[in-house]
């Protein structure tokens, strides 16, 4: 599975942006999906993941609220709807994908997934 995101860039502090992750490989619509961040100096922390079905979500205690992860099965994409950006959102922003059919709550723990994108930046001024 290869993922790809996108949507990165710029923002002022207060503004929105959309992150999108293309995944590839016919059985990628049924792992569950994640994004994760990393600022400079500072860990990957986890921000948002999503069940295969898309009906179980979890977040971040810092994003709930802001953002929301949303995903297309039939495009093959998972979202990240970003609002009322702060400047400490800034990061570059991963996108992860589990092959555990996880149940109940999807973890946020990052050793649980298996392939992981190259990352965008996100940026937001204050």
């Known amino acids: 599975v290869q993922l790809v995101e996108s949507g990165g860039g710029l923002v002022q502090a207060g503004g929105s942006l959309r992150l999108s992750c293309a995944a590839s490989?016919?059985?990628?619509?049924?792992?569950?999906r994640a994004w994760f961040r990393q600022a400079p100096g500072k860990e990957r922390e986890f921000v948002a993941a999503?069940?295969?079905?898309?009906?179980?979500?979890n977040y971040a205690d810092s994003v709930k609220g802001r953002f929301t992860i949303f995903r297309d099965n039939a495009k093959n994409t998972v979202y990240l709807q970003m609002n009322s950006l702060k400047p400490e959102d800034t990061a570059v922003y991963y996108c992860?994908?589990?092959?555990?059919?996880?149940?109940?709550?999807?973890?946020?723990?990052?050793?649980?997934?298996?392939?992981w994108g190259q990352g965008t930046q996100v940026t937001v001024s204050s």
């Open positions: 992860a994908a589990a092959k555990t059919p996880f149940s109940g709550i999807v973890p946020g723990t990052r050793g649980l997934y298996d392939y």
């Open positions: 490989g016919r059985t990628s619509s049924s792992y569950a």
């Open positions: 999503i069940s295969r079905s898309g009906g179980n979500t």
